[in-house]
């Protein structure tokens, strides 16, 4: 199960890895990209974060956020 944090540390890495514009399919069916969805919801990720301090439910999100946007691994080296 995932918390709040995970999704959101997720987002938030995928979106500074990956831009993509700011957009999922998700965000561009609310009229908003990533940045502005987390900012509305109050969130301020770690100045630490990055993929290897992250909780395994977080990577997990991640992952499946790269596969599906990307097809291909993460960026920055093996994120398994």
Known sequence: ???????????W???CHWHRGG???????KG???????D????RPSPLLELDT???GAREIYE???A?????????GDAA
Do not use: K
């Open 1 to 11: 199960m995932f918390d709040r944090f995970d999704v959101c540390d997720a987002y």
């Open 64 to 66: 499946l956020l790269v």
């Open 40 to 43: 509305r919801m109050r969130y």
């Open 54 to 56: 992250m909780s395994d």
């Open 23 to 29: 957009m999922t399919l998700r965000c561009e069916a």
């Open 32 to 38: 908003r990209g990533i940045a502005e969805q987390l």
């Open 13 to 15: 890495l995928f979106y």
């Open 68 to 76: 599906e946007y990307h097809h291909t691994c993460c960026p920055y």
